[in-house]
């Protein structure tokens, strides 16, 4: 049999009130906990991951180095750092920058609901990327970042539009 993965469903204060399999979490829209991690390198420059194309959703779009969800009974510190070594192939330092909650619907009936926590790292090598999840990658400056958003809102992730204002 296989292992569905889980994810911790919390209430609007981040308090755990239950765990639920993760698709049917996303087709329910139910709030739960989820990370995104932003990595940055000496020059200044952001990495960008473009989600792999058959992801269950925004397959194909570009987002910051990594986001996922804690298991049940896992610290959301330990499973940003497990997910960015699964994911970018990136053993880093990473610490907690902000949170955030946001609820988006998406064209295949599944809804992103999540109590979403920011971490932010430094490296300064190239990722060693897993194609089951990522695409590409690039490294760009804040600033290019910024323009491409405003001129191709399309191309990113909804949850990586709110998080980068709370990042930069």
Known sequence: MINKEEVILVNESDEQIGTMEKMEAHEKGLLHRAFSVFIFNAKGEMLLQQRAL????????????????????????????????EEMGIMAPIELKSS?????????????????????????????????EVNSYCWKTVESIKNSVKQMPDIYTSWFKIAMEKVF
Request: hydrophobic share 25%.
């Open 54 to 85: 058959n992801k269950y959703h925004s397959g194909g779009l570009w987002t910051n180095a990594c986001c996922s969800h804690p298991r049940p009974g896992e610290d959301t510190l330990d499973a940003a750092k497990r997910r960015l070594l």
């Open 100 to 132: 955030f909650t946001y609820k988006t619907s998406f064209e295949n009936g599944l809804t992103e609901h999540e109590f979403d926590h920011i971490f932010t790292g430094i490296y300064n090598d190239e990722p060693k990327i897993n194609s089951n």
